[in-house]
């Protein structure tokens, strides 16, 4: 019974000894914290080498170690095409070297409306403006002015709708703050 008593206390004293912290890193803007990226957060960045996306695994030490997976259309035996994880890639990057940060937004997609609107705007604007400048007032084909300046308004509320894209810019407005919990190894 002694034995097992002492077994469990060292078992116990280990578990204890050698746990790690928690890591974490807060985007903040103007200091009131919007999003706090963690070990299981899924989440995109981009730097100054490229974009990427994945699930952060680990923070430790000022770095963010994710995971990303390149998933591709692959065609299976039968002929039919599935989805399938060819890679998987272990990242990691300093927090100070990210640019952006980007968020899935939730609902209606504002973004995607504003590109077909945009599009659409300058289509209207194009074609309105041809009419009315190269035909006849009073004829089939004659645009009014109204709709040309009509369209030119969609197109630039289409602009200004798909400039208002669902990333955090990191700088003067938002910011990356490291919390660090772990013990350091010297």
Same mark, same amino acid.
């Given at each position: 019974m002694k034995i097992s008593i002492a077994f469990f206390f060292l078992i116990i004293y280990h578990v204890v000894a050698t746990a790690q912290g928690f890591d974490f890193i807060l985007l903040k803007k103007n200091e009131h914290t919007i999003k706090t990226l963690y070990a299981g957060t899924i989440i995109s960045i981009g730097t100054s080498t490229g974009n990427f996306s994945g699930?952060?695994?680990?923070? *430790?030490?000022?770095?963010?170690?994710?995971?990303?997976?390149?998933?591709?259309?692959?065609? !299976?035996? @039968? &002929?039919?095409? +599935?989805?399938?994880?060819?890679?998987?890639?272990?990242?990691?990057?300093?927090?100070?070297?990210?640019? *952006?940060?980007?968020?899935?937004?939730?609902?209606?997609?504002?973004?995607?409306?504003?590109? !077909?609107? @945009? &599009?659409?705007? +300058?289509?209207?604007?194009?074609?309105?403006?041809?009419?009315?400048?190269?035909t006849k007032p009073g004829t089939r084909y004659y645009a009014s002015p109204t709709l040309v300046i009509g369209s030119a308004i969609l197109g630039g509320v289409g602009y200004l709708l798909l400039k208002s894209n669902n990333s955090y810019k990191l700088g003067s407005k938002y910011h990356l703050e490291y919390v660090g919990t772990a013990k350091q190894k010297k």
């Open positions: 699930k952060i695994y680990s923070i *430790y030490k000022d770095s963010i170690y994710f995971l990303q997976y390149d998933v591709r259309q692959v065609q !299976t035996n @039968l &002929g039919v095409y +599935i989805l399938d994880t060819v890679a998987t890639y272990k990242l990691r990057f300093n927090y100070h070297d990210i640019a *952006y940060i980007g968020h899935k937004p939730s609902g209606f997609n504002w973004s995607a409306s504003g590109g !077909t609107l @945009l &599009g659409g705007g +300058i289509v209207l604007t194009t074609v309105g403006m041809g009419t009315w400048l190269f």
